[in-house]
């Protein structure tokens, strides 16, 4: 097995993050609920996605990058945090972001998450019908090509094996923090969309010999579909990290239950619960990927899934600025 200093990391992010108990929340629904503030990682408003570019970066510099592109929808958090991270090491960045339909209109198209990336300097490249993010690409690219760039892609919510092993990270930190403060984890629940948070997270245990069951929320595609993209991505991570394979058997669990429509529509149930953890515990989950997944977790403890004696960690994966593109839903 490889350790994970084999692979180039630049520092980006506020670590180890907190990791706290929500009281009022506990006791509310009666289950021992605890949180690991990735929303607290620091950089242009923090959130998961920073974990992962302190290795895609330091991939894109050592290739000798001047410029960094990804892709996303356009209130992507992923794309936010690219932009920051780019502007910190001094690279161009470029963002083709996607339209997604039936979101909230009035704020979604310069507030939020996107009102950050242009405050970073990202160059923002918006896909709209009939293009699609491929051919953008593919023409961002060849402009870039022509003007004697060097550009680094980083894929869609920085989910390959690389981007990934900031969760590997994540998961040593998880441990070092329960044993540190003597809490055994039974449960940890989070969103899943692009796959490498909830990846990483397993691979990380896995090279801990630790089986904390891992539930990823899923927010961008149902649950059979995400289980299997979750479980290809596991898959690279192992080879990456040269670990058994074989040891990832029944590990990756998705639950597509409250998923609602589509990526990025609203649900009842998670405004409920962005509105609950506000007022109980002065928490800001997001619209898109943590409001869903603490719906899930809350209907979980109300239905007798996890138990009142269970310590259930929630990864707090970050996007509150994403509340700001969608204040027509609260
Ligand atoms: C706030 C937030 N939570 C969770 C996720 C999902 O993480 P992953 O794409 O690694 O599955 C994202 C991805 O963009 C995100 O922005």
Known sequence: ????????????????TPLEKLPRLSAYLGCHIWVKRDDCTGLAGGGNKTRKLEYLLADALQQGADTVLTLGGLQSNHARQT??????????????????????????YHNGNLLLDQLCGAVVHRVSEPQNSAEV??????????????????????????GSLGYVNCANEIL?????????????????????????LLAGLIANQCDISVL????SRPGLDQQILVEDLLKQSLNLLEIDTHLMQGKVKTNGEYYGEAYGMSTEKMVEAVRLLAQLEGLLLDPVY??????????????????PQQNVLFIHTGGSQGLFAYSEVF
């Open 1 to 16: 097995m490889l350790g994970l200093d084999t692979f180039p990391r630049i520092h980006l992010s506020h670590s180890a």
């Open 83 to 108: 932009a920051a991270g780019a502007a910190k090491l001094g690279l161009a960045c470029e963002l083709i972001l996607e339209d997604v339909k039936g979101v909230p209109q009035r704020d979604y």
């Open 137 to 162: 690409l593919s023409q961002v690219l060849a402009d870039l090509a022509t003007q004697g760039k060097t550009p680094y892609l980083i894929p869609v919510g920085g989910s390959n094996a690389l």
């Open 176 to 200: 070092a923090q329960s044993a540190a403060s003597h809490i055994e984890f039974d449960q940890i629940v989070l969103a899943t969309g692009s796959a490498g948070t909830q990846a990483g």
């Open 216 to 219: 990823g929320i899923c927010v």
């Open 290 to 307: 943590t409001g869903k997944a603490m719906a899930g977790l809350i209907d979980l403890c109300q239905q007798g899934v996890f138990k």
